[in-house]
């Protein structure tokens, strides 16, 4: 989805939900101050102006703290965040940069620590717009594992190895298709490709397409707790746009929102019943079965925060 540009600037929210909930998002606890909690939302919020973007975590007070203040290139007049998307083990973050120069966009993934220390440039910096960055990791042996970010530049789905690659890389195109979201152990990658949501294995092969309608599906985001996985994805109705989730082996496909007229970057917590989702320019949550509620005006590209995946990491 293409936006006119503006200045954005992520923040992360804690949210005050009811108490069996909240208590099953904290099942998944990231220790230490610059890590984003299970029951908090991490989102891109507009600033006013063209000033560098700043990271701030809000508690349910209104108490902030500014993460990030500055973009990460040098010599950049103003810099854009989109797509933000937390690391496995909680500790990094990975969003689309736009650094807005004399010369124009440049548009790229980047990687840092969530008080925007350390940050690199994933992707090569281009003109055109890329998306979606979506990181996990898996294993290659008992000893070793890699970190693997896949994102989408165009209509292709590229995958790049954090570990092995010599950054910033292009990767590896894994398949056609948009809004990548990999399976919690990092095996496949959800995607949509006309109008239907799919799934594909890291290395690119097995594409299969979990479920489709002669009705328009997109936005897969697969999420798990302890006991349960889960593919979420919006559908467009003859009314709008609802909420869905399914197995991953696309059964039980059950609406879990009312309908909206504009929907879009969905996703849920580790518990999945509870959705966070973009629209009208605007951030709203949805907790079980109640109403859907405001969080943020003037925001986008809602995530929530996750259980780490524990072990070491080359990022």
């Known amino acids: 989805?293409?936006?006119?540009?503006?200045?954005?600037?992520?923040?992360?929210?804690?949210?005050?939900?009811?108490?069996?909930?909240?208590?099953?998002?904290?099942?998944?606890?990231?220790?230490?101050?610059?890590q984003v909690q299970s029951s908090e939302i991490l989102y891109v919020a507009d600033v006013d102006g063209r000033a560098s973007a700043a990271v701030r975590?809000?508690?349910?007070?209104?108490?902030?703290?500014?993460?990030?203040?500055?973009?990460?290139?040098?010599?950049?007049?103003?810099?854009?965040?989109?797509?933000?998307?937390?690391?496995?083990?909680?500790?990094?973050?990975?969003?689309?940069?736009?650094?807005v120069s004399e010369d124009g966009n440049n548009f790229a993934v980047w990687i840092s620590a969530l008080n925007g220390s350390g940050a690199k440039m994933v992707t090569p910096a281009s003109s055109s717009r890329v998306f979606r960055p979506a990181w996990t990791r898996y294993g290659r042996n008992k000893n070793n594992q890699d970190d693997l970010l896949a994102y989408q530049a165009g209509n292709q789905i590229l995958q790049v190895n954090l570990c092995d690659d010599a950054l910033p890389a292009r990767g590896r195109v894994v398949t056609t298709g948009t809004g990548p979201s990999y399976s919690p152990d990092g095996m496949w990658i959800g995607y949509q490709s006309g109008g239907n949501i799919w799934k594909v294995r890291n290395s690119g092969s097995g594409a299969t397409?979990?479920?489709?309608?002669?009705?328009?599906?997109?936005?897969?985001?697969?999420?798990?707790?302890?006991?349960?996985?889960?593919?979420?994805?919006?559908?467009?109705?003859?009314?709008?746009?609802?909420?869905?989730?399914?197995?991953?082996?696309?059964?039980?496909?059950?609406?879990?929102?009312?309908?909206?007229?504009?929907?879009?970057e969905p996703d849920a917590a580790t518990l999945p019943n509870a959705f966070a989702w973009e629209e009208g320019g605007s951030v709203y949550i949805q907790i079980s079965t109640g109403a859907p509620k405001l969080l943020k005006s003037k925001a986008h590209d809602p995530v929530w925060g996750h259980g780490t995946n524990s072990g070491a990491s080359c990022m």
């Open 57 to 99: 975590k809000t508690t349910a007070t209104g108490s902030e703290t500014t993460l990030i203040s500055r973009c990460f290139a040098d010599g950049a007049r103003y810099c854009t965040f989109h797509d933000p998307v937390i690391s496995p083990n909680g500790k990094r973050l990975a969003m689309v940069v736009n650094h």
């Open 209 to 264: 397409m979990v479920h489709g309608t002669s009705l328009v599906e997109k936005d897969p985001r697969w999420t798990k707790n302890s006991m349960v996985e889960k593919i979420i994805f919006l559908r467009r109705l003859s009314t709008g746009w609802f909420l869905y989730t399914m197995n991953p082996d696309g059964s039980d496909v059950t609406q879990k929102g009312t309908v909206r007229a504009e929907m879009t």
């Open 1 to 34: 989805m293409k936006r006119k540009l503006r200045a954005f600037a992520p923040f992360v929210v804690r949210l005050a939900l009811p108490g069996a909930v909240l208590a099953s998002l904290l099942a998944f606890p990231l220790p230490g101050s610059a």
